[in-house]
C-alpha cells in the first residue's frame, strides 16, 4: 500500500507541475538508455504507465527482486528520473485499494 501511494503522490505532484522535479536533480537523459541501463543492472521492466499534466510521460519500472525506478519523459524527450528504491511488491489484480 505504502508503494502505490507513494506513486499516486508522484503522479500528482507531476500534475500540478509545469517542469518535472527530476530536472533538478540533473539525472536526465535518452529514455532508451535509461530503459536499457534498468534491464540490464537491475532487470527492471514496465509496470505501469500514466500522463501527467497532460504532456509528461510517467513509467514505473520494478524487478523481480523489488528494485523500483519512476522516469518522466517530456513531450521534448527529456527523461529524469524522479524516485527509485526497494521492496517494490505487485498487487493483485482483483485488490480493492479503497479498502487498504
Do not use: H
Not at 12 to 38: E, H, I, N, W, Y
Amino acid at each position: 500500500m505504502i508503494k502505490f501511494s507513494f506513486v499516486c503522490a508522484c503522479v500528482s505532484f507531476l500534475a500540478l507541475c509545469a517542469t518535472s522535479p527530476a530536472q533538478a536533480l540533473g539525472m536526465c537523459g535518452k529514455r532508451a538508455d535509461f530503459v536499457k541501463a534498468l534491464n540490464d543492472k537491475y532487470q527492471e521492466s514496465g509496470k505501469a504507465l500514466a500522463i501527467a499534466g497532460q504532456v509528461n510521460l510517467v513509467e514505473v519500472f520494478a524487478s523481480k527482486a523489488g528494485t523500483w525506478t519512476i522516469l518522466v519523459t517530456t513531450p521534448e524527450g527529456k527523461t529524469c528520473i524522479i524516485a527509485a528504491g526497494n521492496s517494490w511488491e505487485d498487487l493483485p489484480p482483483s485488490k480493492n485499494l479503497t479498502s487498504l
